[in-house]
């Protein structure tokens, strides 16, 4: 059985302290004591196996470190820009991705979302973002923590995908992704929203280098089709 993971800055190099936010989960929460094995990670890679040796009060435990390393990035890396979902949908969307293994997500404010990120909302939504993508990331032992990024627009997003491998999730595609070349070093997989990607926007984002592709036979929900098409990408490349 897997180990309960928690987030520590590091190094792990030594005897190691568990304290704050991640110390209270462990030691409140979980109900981790001395004697039990817990696994630290950085979200960067870095990650130690740790007999927990003592707990102090609430939200503090210490142990050893019995072993670590360092995972290696996958390859390709995959950003998934994600069209925002509505409300309901929109952490389901992060969680669903960082399980599947996106290195990054990036919110887009397509012309067809229904949710709008505008001022402190924006600032809002990434947070709440950021925190599943670590909870999802922990319930997944994974060792890294895909990376929220400031919301785009379809031009700021067209800018980020020059001279990318860009895919564009698109329904009417006449190309499966099983046909596309993913021998790359990073590929941008985009996922529109609900209502679909608009033609203009589509030409838009194709004129900027990406290619639309069909994903299978179904249309997917905006929030799993990241995750049905990391899985994809995982089987068809050496990321699994």
């Known amino acids: 059985m897997s180990l309960p993971v928690f987030v520590h800055p590091g190094p792990f190099d030594g005897p190691v302290v568990l304290d704050g936010a991640e110390g209270r989960h462990a030691v409140s929460v979980k109900r981790i004591q001395a004697g039990e094995r817990i696994m ?46 509505k409300a309901e949908r929109s952490e389901l969307a992060v969680d669903l991705a960082t399980q599947a293994g996106a290195d990054a997500i ?10 709008r990120w505008a001022g402190p909302k924006a600032a809002k939504g990434v947070a709440k973002w950021e925190a599943t993508a670590l909870a999802a990331a922990k319930q997944s032992r994974r060792t890294r923590i895909p990376q929220i990024h400031e919301p785009v627009t379809t031009a700021q997003l067209a800018e980020l995908i020059a001279g990318k491998t860009a895919l564009v999730l698109h329904e009417d595609s006449a190309v499966p992704l099983r046909e596309i070349d ?28 990406a290619r639309a592709v069909r994903l299978g036979p179904e249309v997917l929900r905006t929030a799993s089709a990241a995750m049905v098409a990391l899985s994809a990408i995982g089987v068809l490349t050496g990321r699994w």
């Not at 990036?106 to 949710?115: G, I, K, L």
């Not at 790359?184 to 679909?196: F, M, N, S, T, Y």
């Open 40 to 85: 630290l990670i950085d979200g960067l890679g870095s990650f130690a196996r740790v007999l927990v040796t003592a707990t102090r009060g609430k939200d503090e435990l210490s142990g050893e470190v019995e072993e670590g390393g360092v995972d290696k990035q996958p390859r390709p890396a995959v950003t998934v820009v994600q069209a925002l979902p």
């Open 106 to 115: 990036v919110p887009w404010q397509a012309e067809r979302c229904v949710a």
């Open 182 to 209: 993913l021998d790359a070093d990073e590929i941008v997989l985009i996922v529109g929203p609900e209502g679909g990607i608009g033609p203009a926007e589509l030409q838009r984002l194709t004129d900027a280098g």
